[in-house]
């Protein structure tokens, strides 16, 4: 028992408590590989610290906080129940001066943008119906009003935002156009005679719809409409237009209507809001990026009305930012529970005489569990320099429209891969602990409900890749002005990513990862650092190139036959995005990695790290084979490394996850809670003292033999 | 508008009635793409019939009765109410002799085995928990009574269970022990003295656990304990065991616990019960396969215990049988609901100045919905020729051992590939419905919510395949008794599929696929059926044999290292058995098509087999170029011909979709009424009026180039 001699080994300076009850004894079914690799040890408070980020003593704040139950999702409570359970918590959150970290000084915040996206992704953690009401309030209604109005707006709602004494809706999204913001219908037309905006509904998919406290307790909401004055429509504007009075009712004008059940985050009051000639002061044009003198004359600083929508939308770009960390802690949050349940049940012996096997020592399981696993950091590490990128540009120190732009693009790259890999861990952590998966009480079919609307709001995630994606094909365009298609053709042909995207904005790709030399040693046998990264970084570059070449004879097409080109090569420029993002997460963990001083954590690392890229090129291995990156020998040995690799990290998978630091009142799981080692030893103890007591009955074969 | 023409003409002598509305008019993004691919049309009727299969008189009988709103799930319903709702639905089903079609004509019954399970399946689209439910009453706890016990059982109980007077639990599964059924824990030990038999739950890890009706509604259970009389231990065996009384109460010895809320389901009461030496009579042993005397000695018909053991196990198989069909009806709806959506809701204008694009014109749309429908096609098909095979052997026909062997195998390859499907095809609808595919009322996060278990029990997907996998390579190696490794690693290169499972007892590989040539026609530039198909087979092949000579060696070495070398491979092995599974569903496909007369439905039913082909063998790229079958640059081509072949199906889709001859009742879902046509059409008038008016806003741009 070698291997649980290493295991209960935890380090004395650790500062977080393994939630899910003491270290386990994992029966490894390859001794001598898991002693082997239980030589190195993860220290987990430096890993723990690695993980937290930047916002540590934020995240760790908010944690502490919801240890209160109060924030916990309750299962099958009624919607009516869970929306007022919500609410309160929220209010909670207030007393906690949870609500006003990203607010000026001048409201009692502390203008501190990453810190407080970074307390708001830890709610996930209680309930993320309070994460996400809590976005929609403070995140959402109260970034408009911050990003896109004036001192006069701050100063007239922002108190009562702060306070949650006025709850509001963001009313961006219509039954007929989400993505879309640019075409929603919905009117906001300037009257001088009154000084009035006539806010208005023309036609039922106008209708705003989805929106969080729209369906019971906002009284206002920030509405984004077509400001047309003076028979001019200059385009998507957004206006605080109260809804409901004191009592609760609807304003004349205005009609609410609930949306009723989800599939997830019943907390949330979502609902539809129509306009029927509402009238609201000109005053309430939120008018930071364009204004109404009372005269009807629109001016504005941003003079091309495209840089000017994408600005006002691109100052919302926090919904993205906190949707990725908080998927990524989702994740990490499932893994707990799945990993700590694979190290206790045991399922079937091995044929071989020796107890029942758990089921982390099953290479299936395995092969489920820590692939996503090593993504889950991946995702962690990016997050934390995507915010680092958020809190730069709000907080005003790199606050140029091209770090904006970069901002937007990282957030558009990573948002779309955190929650659908957020969806499916949480589902192979579901289905890994069998029937107790989808017992609600060991939570990870709440999180996959309330999780599942992550992966089309704030941005489709299929909408935003293309978008990278096009942002890919300009940078890439950029570097071939004027030239023609087989000059371009001929450049992408042998071209390091790092030059064709030089000076795109975007990670400098090829350059900034950290010390590619110094991890390099760590498969034997199986793609080194710089291989792995040669290859996913190789992927990106030419799958532009290759869309570039396609897409070349559009310009010299009708606009319907070049909509016609781009549509064949859509499912590719969105591959070609996530490739990009793929490599960005790679880029971050070999990053964080280089930081590491601990040998023993760097060495589990950077097998994790491994495993995350050899896993990316499994996955594309058809694309590497096709293209001449990874001969028909190397490719086949890919899957051997992966497995390998499982095996090595085996005795490291419950460090891997204790290292996030949840504590038993944020995993809650009773299969997570140390019940199911109970029960496990209370059967081999009865059976032990069964054998010993000479009353155990004998086998039918035994009996057989004589 | 030619496409318009082509899509309102019905056939005349349709009988179904399409659901969600007016046959639409896509707006195709290729017109030229859309007429080519117009020209033909499949018959409604006959794909309709097709679909339904062998059984479609009973499905439409099943499918009339579900109309009753009284049988729909009803969302956001408390537990405690939908449980009762769930029973009284129940009681419904019985008055319109629901339940007794799998019973005897003795006890009313139509001695009926694939009309029976045909039926249930059906119930999933009015409400999974009453599938499931149904299912636990009398397609467990009375088959169990059923097939497991004797005419006396029969006459004593089977009335009532038919009835519903007597609802009962079906206890085979114990928190310790889902999959691995032979090492429960319950005891039932027999008592010479008193003529009985004594249940015992001996420790928590052996209470029987989430079993429908256990929790509330359960008079009963079928208990599965180790059998023990005479100090001699043989195997488990079920048992009659009262658990509560006639007012609900738990029964002396009896401790019953309701599991609570799930995931899903939550209209079922699944529960745990534990047995403090619970005494019964003797002769509730269900005593078919092996029965105690008075004087306490055992007998069976079935000396070998395992023989025995499985048998018991093997005569409860439908229960995969009916997930299966399940589960491709519900994947069918889904795609009903997102593909009427994707044909009305708009969303962007392509840039070409045309009106704002319907979804499913987009490529990536067509590639997230098409393939997977043509999956569900594939299912449908396969899933008929199961049920064929299950009535077969339990009506008697074809009850051989081999027989049964065989049936085996084929649910457990069926089951796992059609719930995961399931759960990939309703979440990719989902997300192509947007926030409204997120909305309860619009049904699919409630399909996906309650068929996310059907992945985990009646056998664990990943162990079901593991047994599949076993089987392939025992009938592999039956091939070569003595041969050592490299004359069998000799033997399998360029050997067929067809010639190395050659009596087999599993579908002949490369036999029996219907007229292969009359449909090769079908892709230019492709792969033809024969080369889809061997392809397909191919891997199979190749993949057991490879894991057959890697496991080679472990006859030679001792037990601990011959369980290492087989968990080694064990990823790999459930991989081949998922290929064997993607085969027979290929071939039903095309079994399937060789019967259809009608040329346009051919043509067009052809081209969703390629897809489904193509999509397979891109699913599997890396694998088919690291083997060398296919080279780099077809390999290439793969993904362009399914691209090809997704814009060709796109005119029919929403046929494709229709023909599965859901009514309104069975769809339900607002989104896919025409409520959103409606919407689009009520938008683009409104636009049109306000642009004949006069009264337009005119665009900024527009002024500033004055």
Redesign the interface.
Known sequence: MVDAVVRSHTPATSKHTPAGGAPTAPHS??EAQAVEASEPRIDLVTVNDLLLGTWAATRREARELIKDPLFWRV??L??AEHRERALAAMHVLVENNGSRRAFPEKFGGLNDNGSNIAGFEELVLADPSIQIKSGVQWGLFGSAIYQLGTEAHHDAWLPDVISLALPGAFAM?E??????VA?I?TTATYDPDTDEFVIHT?????TK??LGNAGLHGRAATVFA?L?TG?????VHCFFVPIRDAAGADLPGITTED??????L?GIDNGRITFDQVRIPRTNLLNRYGNVAADGS?SSDIPS?GRRFFTMLGALVQGRVSLDGAATTASALALKIAVTYANQR?????????P?VVLL????HQ?RLLPRLAQTYAQAFAHDELLRSFDGVFGGRTDTPAERENLETLAAALKPLSTWHA?DTI?EC??AC??S?????NR???L??DL??Y???EG???VLL?LVGKRLLSDYAKQFKGKDAAALARFAVGQTAGKVFHGAGLRQLGQNVGDLGRTARSVERGLRADQQHELLAGRVQQMVADIAVRLRPASKL???E???VF?????EL?EAARAHAELLQWESFTDAIAKVGDEGTLRVLTWLRDLFGLWLI?KH??WH??H?RLS?QR??AVSSYI?RLCARLRPHAQDLVDAWGFAPEHVRAPIASGAEQ???D??R??YAALATSGQA?????A?KKH
């Open positions: 079914a390859d299962d099958g009624p919607m999204t039954i007929g156009h989400g993505s879309d075409a219908g023309p036609f039922r998919a106008a719809e989805y077509q047309i028979g001019v429509n200059y385009g949306d009723g059940v989800k599939g997830g019943n629109y009305p045991r399922q079937f012996d091995s044929g071989a005489g020796t029942e020592d099953y290479a299936k092969r969806l589902q579901r289905e069998g029937g998966g989808f017992m609600a009480e990870l079919v709440g996959h409900h599942d609307i992966v089309t709001f489709d995630n299929n293309q009708s606009p319907v070049a909509a016609a549509n064949e090569n859509q499912s969105i499994e291995l058809a084979l096709i001449g028909a490719g086949a497995d109970e029960r496990q209370a059967a103890a009865y009955p004998v086998s039918e074969k009996v």
